[in-house]
């Protein structure tokens, strides 16, 4: 399976997500970065937009490429796959919004309200965003009037960052000590609950993945 990344920010890589799509999908993994996208989708089997420390609602060229190549390959049927600014501008190019939320979160948390336990978590947010989408699309999980999962055709965005290992955590953390203050946390607890649940949740994660291709139009493997 061809999968084409777009690594929006160096702090946000494909992660564990990328690993389980090599290891589990046998993906070959084409990433790019905003300056080496391409301008139209091509022949891969998914399109995977990561995080970023931009907001999808910026007026930057790149960032209304991309809307374009999104909403270009959800418009053919090519499942694509966002997790956190990739959610925020999937739901811009399907005719939802994103705007700064007025407050920050960061660190691990549970999800309120979920269409199924997959979506639950904990997993690790860090946004300062909100996003909204358009009321054909179904909302899979929202958290204190923030949607965190949804889906409509042939794309399913994730606010939270399932992707996220304990080396990336703390990276962020170290970059946004403001944030962790803001959520009453400190390096070490934040070093404590990805010890919690990185690894101890590894078949939550895989079955949070696996539901997201199902619901992108990727079967799981038999």
Same mark, same amino acid.
Request: charged share 20%; proline share 9%; net charge positive.
């Given at each position: 399976m061809k999968v084409l990344v777009i690594e929006n920010a160096p702090s946000a890589p494909a992660g564990l997500f990328g690993a389980w799509l090599r290891e589990a999908r046998g993906a070959t993994l084409h990433v790019v970065t905003p300056e080496t996208m391409p301008d139209v989708h091509g022949d891969e089997a998914l399109i995977v937009?990561? +995080?970023? %420390?931009?907001?999808?609602?910026?007026?930057?060229?790149?960032?209304?490429?991309?809307?374009?190549?999104?909403?270009?390959?959800?418009?053919? +049927?090519? %499942?694509?796959?966002g997790i956190c600014f990739g959610a925020q501008i999937i739901a811009t190019a399907i005719g939802g919004r994103a705007a700064p939320l007025g407050r920050r979160f960061a660190g691990w948390m549970d999800v309120a309200e979920v269409a199924d336990p997959v979506w639950q978590g904990p997993w690790v947010r860090w946004h300062g965003d909100h996003l909204a989408v358009p009321d054909d699309t179904a909302v899979l999980a929202r958290d204190r009037g923030t949607v965190q999962a949804f889906h409509r055709g042939s794309a399913v965005g994730v606010q939270f960052h399932p992707e996220a290992d304990a080396a990336i955590v703390r990276d962020w953390g170290s970059k946004t000590p403001d944030w962790l203050a803001e959520n009453a946390l400190d390096t070490a607890t934040l070093d404590r609950h990805s010890t919690a649940n990185v690894a101890p949740r590894e078949a939550a994660r895989h079955a949070l993945f696996t539901e997201m291709l199902r619901r992108a139009g990727i079967p799981p493997t038999p």
């Open positions: 937009t990561l +995080g970023s %420390p931009h907001g999808a609602y910026e007026d930057l060229p790149w960032i209304h490429r991309q809307r374009r190549l999104l909403a270009g390959a959800i418009s053919a +049927g090519r %499942p694509v796959v």
